[in-house]
T-cell receptor
Framework: DAKTTQPPSMDCAEGRAANLPCNHSTISGNEYVYWYRQIHSQGPQYIIHGLKNNETNEMASLIITEDRKSSTLILPHATLRDTAVYYCIVRVAAGAGSYQLTFGKGTKLSVIP | DARVTQTPRHKVTEMGQEVTMRCQPILGHNTVFWYRQTMMQGLELLAYFRNRAPLDDSGMPKDRFSAEMPDATLATLKIQPSEPRDSAVYFC?????????????FGPGTRLTVL
């Protein structure tokens, strides 16, 4: 799987958009970008994934650059409950290696009242 | 709301004792994962199963750890004998192979302390 780089921590004011960057400059053409988050003392939670098009669901939006070397997870209106560690993971979608999630250190997002 | 369940939620034991952690995957999911999380190492994949068969357990110390799926509704992770360095939170996750998403749904974890 391609290595990802994320800032170790970020702050965001409550109600504002939280933009979490991820660098994956060695990503391959068949690798997807996944985002998970882990709220304190809970198991990780899937947020969103994408290949090359921007994606949006009820939790967040994922913006992937045209060259696919970086992406940004956007929480449009951050709440205190969004305080968590956010993990950006790159992996193939099928075949050998498609099962595993390799978690890095992630970005600790603190939403401030 | 379907969830992965894990028991026990907390376990304190003494070095040398056997520890068994249990996981009930979401009904219909055919892939089960075991992860371990520590402050030093973060989240590490220990093993995973598909259709109850072990696919990869290369992340697991073989001499003391074992993982099984006696049936589709139960996965177990056993440590014998336990050591203080095994103290961690152990997460089980389940998923199914249909579709590109391959989301994994995590349980609440078992916090293990080995004295």
């Amino acid at each position: 799987d391609a290595k990802t780089t994320q800032p170790p921590s970020m702050d965001c004011a409550e109600g504002r958009a939280a933009n979490l960057p991820c660098n994956h400059s060695t990503i391959s053409g068949n690798e997807y970008v996944y985002w998970y988050r882990q709220i304190h003392s809970q198991g990780p939670q899937y947020i969103i994934h994408g290949l090359k098009n921007n994606e949006t669901n009820e939790m967040a939006s994922l913006i992937i650059t045209e060259d696919r070397k970086s992406s940004t997870l956007i929480l449009p209106h951050a709440t205190l409950r969004d305080t968590a560690v956010y993990y950006c993971i790159v992996r193939v979608a099928a075949g050998a290696g498609s099962y595993q999630l390799t978690f890095g250190k992630g970005t600790k997002l603190s939403v401030i009242p | 709301d379907a969830r992965v369940t894990q028991t026990p939620r907390h376990k304190v034991t003494e070095m040398g004792q056997e520890v068994t952690m249990r996981c009930q995957p979401i009904l219909g999911h055919n892939t089960v994962f075991w992860y371990r999380q520590t402050m030093m190492q973060g989240l590490e994949l220990l093993a995973y199963f598909r259709n109850r068969a072990p696919l990869d357990d290369s992340g697991m110390p073989k001499d003391r750890f074992s993982a099984e799926m006696p049936d589709a509704t139960l996965a177990t992770l056993k440590i014998q004998p336990s050591e203080p360095r095994d103290s961690a939170v152990y997460f089980c996750a389940s998923g199914h192979r249909q579709g590109i998403g391959n989301e994994q749904f995590f349980g609440p974890g078992t916090r293990l302390t080995v004295l």
